[in-house]
């Protein structure tokens, strides 16, 4: 990586913005090292497929736990102080019921919730986070996942609320958060060989 860096003092004006008055170093194209942390992940996740004898749908939910090493972190060198290593407990599920001829049995609901402290410190102090969403996977085609499960079309919404920080630690935030997906996955373009 290469980074230019210029250290100096100016004077703001609203109206002509930054006027420089002294520089007091100057260098370009500086070489150095951007090292990343490294993160690990554990997680399972236990599934019921359809049951199709006894018309049951599927459910699926799973747990990951995350370990971020942001102590490894170095930009140019230097140690960032505001940054620490973390961990986070993810844990979501999915239902779907079994498929009947009405659209919302063949709907995926979704739920998720998410806890631990934020890699980010303010004096000093860990944030914690936390998380919840739901989302669901709504069906554009093929109604029948009986005959052909892995041929739909999905549109996957989704909505979260997360927290980072609380009243007494220095930075509170609150964030909503919508996210829109699409899946094709059916086959659209199939060639006929008989009319």
């Known amino acids: 990586a290469s980074q230019d860096v210029i250290r100096e003092t100016y004077y703001y004006d609203q109206t002509l913005g930054n006027t420089r008055i002294d520089s007091a170093y100057e260098s370009k194209d500086v070489k150095g090292k951007i090292v990343y942390p490294s993160s690990f992940t554990v997680g399972f996740a236990l599934r019921r497929n359809f049951d199709f004898e006894q018309k049951k749908g599927d459910w699926l939910v799973g747990v ?4 971020n090493n942001w102590d490894e972190f170095r930009n140019y060198g230097a140690i960032d102080p505001t940054v620490k ?3 986070q407990v993810r844990v979501g599920g999915q239902v779907r019921p079994f ?3 009405n659209y919302f049995s063949n709907v995926a609901y979704r739920a998720g919730f998410f806890v631990g402290p934020d890699y980010v410190q303010v004096d000093n102090q860990k944030l914690n986070t936390w998380g919840a969403s739901v989302g669901f996977g709504l069906l554009v085609s093929n109604f029948s996942r009986t005959t052909a499960p892995n041929q739909v079309t999905v549109i996957n ?7 980072r920080g609380n009243n007494e630690s220095a930075l509170k935030e609150s964030m909503f958060r919508v996210s829109i997906g699409l899946s094709l996955s059916d086959l659209w373009f ?3 060989k008989y009319d």
């Not at 919404?157 to 927290?163: G, Q, V």
């Open 64 to 67: 990951d736990l995350v370990r």
């Open 85 to 87: 290593s973390n961990w």
């Open 99 to 101: 498929p009947e001829a």
């Open 157 to 163: 919404l989704a909505l979260e609320y997360s927290r």
């Open 190 to 192: 199939m060639k006929r």
